[in-house]
């Protein structure tokens, strides 16, 4: 949405593809105040972000939308096909922003298959959108922002969260502020602490975990079994790359930012001039700095084409992503970006 | 399973109830919201079987990615569920293979 | 430890603690916020402008003597670290942000827990109120608990009983 704002404002006119029929990706998920910069949208919640934006993109006179529509191809004479089960759109954009996010990674254990086990971000969407809440009682794996966050939504739609667990011997990620406000709502924070399995006649009914040493080694006698109906998994996310994939974009496979990421400069541009990323799907990271990239790209990309995007902001702006980045939690995302530049296009 | 009724910070506009059929059994749902929220509302859980081991499947990432919650819906095999929104009258089964087009 | 499971400790607390005197005089805002979040809300929140923050990245800093215990800092904070405290009539009051429904009663008695949700304590609901967000739409609710004074710094949650 950043993008194409940033593009339309400058004179350019743009085309906003999503497969949802709401625009936002994950912010429409989210109820909790965001951080950042206040002038930037600090303090709102992730929904009201995502609605603000949403209704600027729709009232713009040079953005259009094609909602429920998913771009499932992209070739090499520079054509884009976005089609749903009934229509198919073809079309022939100048500059292309690719900003699909991310999907969310998945561990091994036994009958991980079974219904009741459940990604972190479907629980999220199953909740806070459609206001459906698939089980009782959760135990979360994973102690990054995600798994905490959606253990405090839980709590805020009355389920029971009986633990988040996580393998590592520190929180995995998660802001300590994320992680105190469960703690104190009594959601404890099993450290060093993995899941073997997840049992029941046809869906989870408990799950059985167990402690680990500092090798990630199980211990024998310090399991636990919790008697739940679902297992969230909040293990990590990885850029959902498969357009860029299709259209010979370089990549590299990245631990720091997820997996294979897109190289790309400080624009967003990639080894394709007139493609660029922006958000998770260039590497995981942060809501702010997504918004951030997109307007970046939005704005290079404008000025490519000769419109009159200012130069001094797109500086303005990347200077913003630098300070936000100066944080300690911004470490393995600077490692990772500068592995990816020492790679070269 | 259930739907939320208090919330702090959301609120969910009623929406109209529809009628739909779940494996012959008459149900009933939210016009527009997925076929798979109605069903995990209703304390639905399993949407098809594995193909070889047959072994129960539900829906995974509830936005279109995995393809866990395929399932036959009006005779169509392999409706992504979790993305398709629900309309009244529709014959909704557990896909238990492939899926057979028809 | 603080950076295991983010629970702050008394020598972090420390660092951002008003003192009893200070406590005792009208509610005074604490911040339990130890990492540098890039983050800003709280400064602007503030019509006293007692809170500043060297660069986005830094941890705020609250101007006891000048904080008037107004609130708006407790509603604005995304990471729901700021509270209000007070020690009155032999008592110790607690104003905290509650994003939960439904919402308490005023009269209300609860169980106190601390910041690892044990319960160590009996506290009653004194007041229940909102006050507007960062950007003035949204509105977080506020809850104002009472404990024994000597539990002032322990209580940071309640859970209400059924």
Redesign the interface.
């Known amino acids: 949405m950043n993008a194409a704002l940033a593009a339309a404002d400058a004179g350019a006119s743009a085309l906003v593809v999503d ?2 029929q709401s625009l936002g990706g994950q912010l429409v998920k989210q ?8 002038t930037r949208g ?4 992730g ?2 972000l995502a609605q603000n934006w949403e209704a600027n993109v729709k009232n713009h006179p040079r953005i259009q939308t094609l909602l429920g529509f998913e771009v499932i191809g992209a070739y090499r004479d520079g054509t884009w096909i976005a089609a749903d089960l009934e229509d198919l759109h073809k079309i022939k954009p100048k500059r292309v922003v690719i900003a699909t996010g991310a ?2 990674r998945m561990i091994t254990f036994e009958n991980n ?7 972190a ?3 999220q ?4 959108v ?7 009682k959760y135990l979360i794996v994973g102690s990054g922002n995600v798994g905490v966050i959606v253990a405090y939504q839980l ?4 389920a029971r969260v009986e633990a988040v667990i996580d393998v590592l ?3 995995g990620g ?8 469960i ?7 099993l ?1 060093k602490r993995t899941i073997t399995g997840v049992y029941g006649t ?2 989870v009914e408990r799950a059985e975990t167990v402690g680990v040493d500092d090798n990630f080694q199980p211990v024998p006698g310090t399991e636990i079994t919790f008697s739940v109906d679902v297992v969230l998994l909040a293990v990590g996310l990885t850029p ?1 790359n498969e357009l860029l994939f299709e259209l010979g974009v370089k990549e590299y496979y990245i631990p720091e930012l997820g997996g294979f990421v897109p190289w790309h400069d400080e624009s967003g541009r990639t080894s394709q001039p007139e493609i660029f990323v922006a958000g998770d799907v260039a590497g995981i990271e942060e809501a ?1 700095t997504a918004a951030l990239q997109g307007r970046i790209s939005g704005l290079q990309s404008a000025l490519d084409l000769g419109y009159a995007a200012s130069k001094e902001e797109i500086e303005e702006l990347k200077e913003l992503l630098c ?2 980045r ?4 911004s470490e393995k995302v600077l490692q990772g970006l500068e592995r990816l530049h020492a790679k070269g296009v | 399973m259930r739907r939320i009724t208090v919330h702090p910070i959301l609120s969910f506009p009623p929406k109209k109830k529809v009628k739909f059929t779940f494996e012959g059994q008459v149900i009933e749902g939210l016009e527009g919201e997925p076929i798979a929220a109605a069903l995990v509302a209703d304390g639905i859980y399993k949407m098809r079987e594995s193909i070889n081991l047959h072994r129960p499947r539900g829906f995974f990432c509830a936005i279109g990615n995995c393809s866990s919650c395929l399932m036959v819906v009006d005779g169509t095999p392999n409706v992504r569920t979790c993305i398709t929104p629900l309309k009244e009258g529709m014959k909704v089964e557990v896909q238990k293979d492939k899926g057979v087009l028809r | 430890m603080i950076e295991v499971d983010g629970v702050p400790t008394m020598e972090d607390l420390k660092t951002s603690m008003p003192t009893k005197e200070r406590m005792h005089k009208k509610p005074v805002a604490m911040h339990e916020c130890y990492q540098d979040i890039p983050c800003d809300p709280c400064v602007l929140s503030c019509p006293a402008k007692c809170i500043t923050m060297e660069t986005l990245v830094s941890t705020p800093k609250i101007n006891h003597e000048a904080c008037t215990g107004c609130g708006l800092c407790v509603a604005a904070c995304p990471g729901i670290a700021i509270f209000l405290l007070e020690l009155k009539d032999n008592r110790g009051l607690i104003t905290l942000a509650y994003e939960f429904a439904p919402l308490p009663g005023p009269g209300e008695v609860v169980d106190g827990l601390d910041r690892h949700g044990k319960e160590v304590c009996e506290a009653k609901v004194e007041k229940v109120y909102s006050l507007p967000g960062i950007d003035k739409k949204t509105k977080t609710s506020l809850v104002r608990i009472s404990v024994p004074p000597e539990k002032i710094m322990e209580v940071r949650f309640f859970r209400r009983r059924e």
């Open positions: 497969r949802f109820t909790h105040k965001f951080f950042g910069w206040t600090a303090g709102a919640r929904f009201e999907s969310e298959d079974y219904p009741g086990v459940y990604g971000g479907a629980v969407t199953l909740m806070n459609y206001g459906v809440l698939p089980g009782e709590l805020q739609a009355q011997p520190r929180l998660a802001y300590w502020v994320h992680a105190a406000k703690q104190r709502a009594g959601v404890p924070i450290l046809d869906s959902l702010t300070q936000f100066q944080s300690s939690l």
